[in-house]
């Protein structure tokens, strides 16, 4: 996997504020080490707060996301390839919420990496749609 820039899935202010660190972030670190790649902590910034995706349907949860980020600086993501991670996905609204964002700021392509992803999840996350990837 070829990644320009890697760039973790983001908290609320608010929440990572209550746990004290953000688990993507964490991760997306090590990632980025790992491919030699830029590391962007706060591209991706979560414009409002969310309720928590566990307690809410797929649909619930698309509509909770839906419009969450916005890319802080467009031209860290413009015509870069995108490693977006986050420690767990289940239905990919979140990681499909911010792959809108990040594409829409001009990113060539968005690829995700997760810790795990649930069993229910895993094969809408693997079928993402075309606009996931621009060429």
């Known amino acids: 996997m070829r990644a320009d820039v890697v760039v ?6 608010r929440r990572l504020a209550e746990r004290g660190y ?17 590391f962007a902590p ?11 995706q566990a307690q809410l349907s797929r649909d619930l949860r698309l509509l909770n996301v839906a419009g969450a980020f916005r890319v802080r600086a467009p031209e ?3 015509r870069r390839r995108v490693a977006l991670i986050d420690d767990v996905a289940t239905t990919g609204a979140t990681l499909a919420a911010c792959r809108d964002a990040l594409l829409g700021a001009g990113a060539a ?21 075309p606009s996931a990837r621009r060429t």
């Open 22 to 38: 953000n688990q993507a972030a964490l991760l997306a670190a090590h990632v980025a080490d790992g491919l030699a790649a830029s």
């Open 42 to 52: 706060r591209a991706l910034r979560r414009v409002r707060s969310t309720a928590q």
């Open 8 to 13: 973790p899935v983001p908290l609320h202010p």
């Open 76 to 78: 860290r993501v413009q």
């Open 109 to 129: 392509s968005v690829t995700y990496l997760v810790v795990a992803a649930a069993e229910s999840g895993a094969d809408e996350i693997r079928s993402s749609p």
